[in-house]
């Protein structure tokens, strides 16, 4: 799929996506009596303003509970490469294409 265009590669990945959200809202009409409304309420009450400053404060902690304290070594990573970028060495490349540091 190297040759495709970016837009018929992405339009095709969209298109790969419907059956599931399909799905999904199948089975949220059948449970909840329509297909924008889950077990934890409508969309309008889950993206409400009010709740933006408790997730805030509740998601860092959960954060670091779910996937121990090493999570905080990936949200580093953007500054060790902004880093390594700056000081001209930028990533090696394999023959398999990957990067190696």
Avoid: D, K
């Amino acid at each position: 799929m190297r040759g495709r265009p970016r837009i018929v590669r992405g339009l095709l990945f969209v298109l790969g996506t419907v059956p599931g959200v399909l799905a999904v809202a199948a089975i949220n009409r059948h449970l909840y009596g329509t297909a924008s409304m889950s077990g934890y309420g409508s969309l309008g009450e889950l993206f409400e303003w009010a709740n933006v400053v408790p997730n805030l404060q509740r998601y860092p902690v959960w954060l670091v509970q779910l996937h121990t304290p090493a999570i905080l070594i990936a949200l580093a990573a953007p500054l060790v490469a902004t880093t390594r970028a700056r000081c001209g060495s930028a990533p090696r490349r394999s023959a398999a294409g990957g990067a190696r540091g």
